[in-house]
């Protein structure tokens, strides 16, 4: 499981909406070419930010797993 994995996490949880593109662009660079895990809750809108900054630095992902969706992991 997801949970066992050391890697790179950001957690969104606190952040308003108008900080997350900075606040994973940066994080994304700082860790570009590692698998990472971004938290971002259950907010449709917080993911949906999120999936669309992955997307257009062209990385593969994944949403959570079969237990938990509050959470997206990019590949190397």
Excluded: A, W
């Amino acid at each position: 499981m997801d949970y066992r994995i050391n890697r790179p996490t950001l957690d969104l949880h606190g952040v308003q909406h108008h900080e997350v593109e900075s606040i994973c662009s940066k994080f994304i660079n700082k860790n570009f070419g590692k698998e990472i895990k971004i938290i971002t809750g259950n907010s449709f809108k917080m993911k949906s930010m999120v999936i669309n900054i992955i997307i257009s630095y062209n990385l593969e992902y994944r949403v959570g797993d079969y237990i938990n969706f509050g959470y997206i992991i990019i590949y190397k």
